[in-house]
Every structure is written in structure tokens, then in C-alpha cells.
């Protein structure tokens, strides 16, 4: 079964987009690793009610979401 929810359930029995996406980029680095040389880095924001938080900011980050 493929779930279409960003996370998936909670067991990650049905992973979502975001850990499959994750899977594949990764898979095709190290498919790829012996032609080319990588850096990844990745940034993951929610937008809800008019607000954006950024999901990886520290807990004591000054500024961790805009109001847009």
C-alpha cells in the first residue's frame, strides 16, 4: 500500500513522500557515487494558517517561523 501523506503512519510500515523521496535521493547517490562527488543539504518548512515554520530550527532559535 502507498501512502500520499508527507510522513507516512508511525511504524514508517507505509512510509509517505518524504521518507521515499529521501530514499531515493540517497539511493542514487551511492549509485552514482564512483562518477560524481555530492553534497546534500535540505530545508523543511510547513505553511499553515498563514505562517511558515521551519521544521528543523532548533527549539532556541530566535526566529523559527514568518508570518506571511
Do not use: H
Given at each position: 500500500?502507498?501512502?500520499?501523506?508527507?510522513?507516512?503512519?508511525?511504524?514508517?510500515?507505509?512510509p509517505?513522500?518524504?521518507?521515499?523521496?529521501?530514499?531515493?535521493?540517497?539511493?542514487?547517490?551511492?549509485?552514482?557515487?564512483?562518477?560524481?562527488t555530492?553534497?546534500?543539504?535540505?530545508?523543511?518548512?510547513?505553511?499553515?494558517?498563514?505562517?511558515?515554520?521551519?521544521?528543523?530550527?532548533?527549539?532556541?532559535?530566535?526566529?523559527?517561523?514568518?508570518?506571511?
Amino acid at each position: 500500500m502507498i501512502t500520499y501523506t508527507m510522513i507516512g503512519d508511525g511504524d514508517m510500515k507505509y512510509p509517505g513522500i518524504a521518507p521515499r523521496a529521501f530514499d531515493r535521493i540517497f539511493d542514487l547517490v551511492e549509485e552514482n557515487k564512483k562518477k560524481y562527488t555530492f553534497r546534500i543539504s535540505c530545508y523543511m518548512l510547513e505553511l499553515y494558517n498563514d505562517r511558515l515554520l521551519d521544521l528543523l530550527a532548533s527549539a532556541n532559535s530566535e526566529i523559527s517561523f514568518l508570518f506571511i
